[in-house]
């Protein structure tokens, strides 16, 4: 007798989010689309997005309780399983919510830091990752436990365990102290590393998460970065040594940013941002076909500010103008007219860049010789402004 094979039983998960007087009804269908893309990069099926207006958010369930009981009933008849709120929730909210619907819930922090842990592949990531889960679990620890104890596996509960998270607080620092000395150890070696590639230009490719940074790395420096089309496919950080022209530079691939990422995240990951703080120069690669392209910009700006990074020489790559032009373009449009408009918009950016602005599709790699001699003349008048008195680099 064939035995049954044991199938993992599938997430459907509700997506929630306010549209309070700070965050209008299409900014919050936005980030709920981001945060359905996030699901699916978990590997759950959203079947629901539910919005609701209020002036604040509810200190006992987030949302009001009339929405809680429509989207008790919903869950009831489409067999949800899964809730996943856009925002924060307190561990309290986390109880009241899933006394309230009988449906596991979390939010967009342990989603993404469940994602995070999903892709952690090296010694690097996953300790940095376990410190962010345990640093996000410290607040919400009052009940916490009960509620860990129902989810039985699943999105949200990879990581520590329900056998490591104690109801004490002082093990869960103690837990905390002990992965933050790891991470330093991690951290000076890695330093070390950086420190013995420094007679080197280096330049980073930053960005928001899933606008092509892999693909362009992989292109740049012939190597074989993992690239797909899902969010945070990329964690630890990967260098290559590229060559043009007899001009050898180090060129890194990083984890990409994205609007509301824990701080917890930021904090833990601060070795792999170190690459960024470090580098001579950034790559900053915007999805053009992404309809909100200019708010991913502004919140990898943002992070490069908090970060300390922000006034280094910035080249800006808007990649996937293949996609923006099906997207963005009739097809009955003139070709003279589609040329007019790519001519406005690359004017409007080298307007706003300094003339720092390359407009490519990597896949196709699509003006790739032009992106290989801008990326050539900084990385030669960086050598020039380190090595006045040098000719070997430049």
Known sequence: MLEKKKIKEEERAILVGLVTPKQDEPQTLEFLNELKFLAETAEAVPIKQFIQKLPHRDSKTFVGKGKLEEIRQYALLKNANLLIFDDELTGSQIINIEKATGVKTIDR?????????????????????????????????????QHLERQGG?????GPGETEIETDRRLVKDKISLLRRRLKE???????QRQE????????????????????????????VFAENKLFATLDTTTRKVV????????????????KLPH????????????????????????????SYEDQMATVNTTLHDIGAIDKPIITLFNKMDLYEQTTFDKWLDDEVKQDLLRQLEQRWQAETNGNAVFIAAIEKRNFDHLRKTIL??????????????TQFY
Request: charged share 25%; proline share 3%.
């Open 264 to 291: 917890h995240l930021v904090e833990s990951f601060k070795s792999t941002l170190d690459e960024v703080r470090e580098a001579d120069c950034l790559l900053h690669v915007v999805d053009s076909s992404h309809p």
């Open 197 to 224: 590639r420094g007679e080197y230009i280096r330049v980073a490719l930053v960005g928001y998460t899933n606008v092509g940074k892999s693909t362009i790395m992989n292109a740049l420096s012939k190597s074989d």
């Open 244 to 259: 043009y022209e007899h001009t050898p530079f180090l060129l890194s691939d990083t984890v990409g940013f994205i609007r």
């Open 154 to 158: 699943g999105i949200g509960s990879r």
């Open 109 to 145: 922090s342990d989603l993404i830091l469940d994602i995070f842990a999903r892709r952690a592949k090296t010694a690097q990531a996953k300790v940095q990752v376990e410190l962010a889960q345990y640093q996000y679990l410290l607040p919400r620890l009052k009940g916490m436990w």
């Open 377 to 390: 003349d900084k990385v030669k008048e960086l050598y020039s402004e380190r090595y006045p008195y040098l």
């Open 186 to 192: 991690i951290d000076k070696q890695a330093q070390t």
